[in-house]
């Protein structure tokens, strides 16, 4: 079964850098439209940006300039740097995997395999 697992959250400062990593096994990174989404505590899990087959991108408004989305096929990989941290990323990213079809990349519900989640904290 696919399974997918993240790693390389931490503590970090406002203004300073991260980047998660979401390793795949059981489908490649390549072979489905993949996405990062982060929860807060006592808040409904937030879409950050997918990426498609193809290479396309879509981010959040909340994150674009900041965030990058990357995928390295040979380690079949996906990654999320993010830059200039603020006080408000801080939240448990995951990485998803398989949209269906037809559903809207900005929805958990539209993504069949989750993983387990890296949190991320920013002080200020």
């Known amino acids: 079964q696919v399974q997918l697992l993240e790693s390389g959250g931490g503590m970090v400062q406002a203004g300073g850098s991260l980047r998660l990593s979401c390793a795949a096994t059981g489908r490649t990174v390549s072979s489905s439209t993949m996405a990062w989404f982060r929860q807060a505590p006592g808040k409904e899990r937030e879409f950050v940006v997918a990426?498609?087959?193809?290479?396309?991108?879509n981010y959040a408004n909340s994150v674009k300039g900041r965030f990058t989305i990357s995928r390295d096929n040979a380690k079949n990989t996906l990654y999320l740097q993010m830059n200039s941290l603020k006080p408000e990323d801080m939240a448990t990213y995951y990485c998803?995997?398989?949209?269906?079809?037809?559903?809207?990349?900005?929805?958990?519900?539209?993504?069949?395999?989750w993983g387990q989640g890296t949190q991320v904290t920013v002080s200020s």
């Open positions: 990426l498609w087959i193809g290479g396309d991108t």
């Open positions: 998803a995997s398989y949209l269906r079809s037809g559903r809207s990349a900005t929805l958990p519900s539209s993504y069949t395999y």
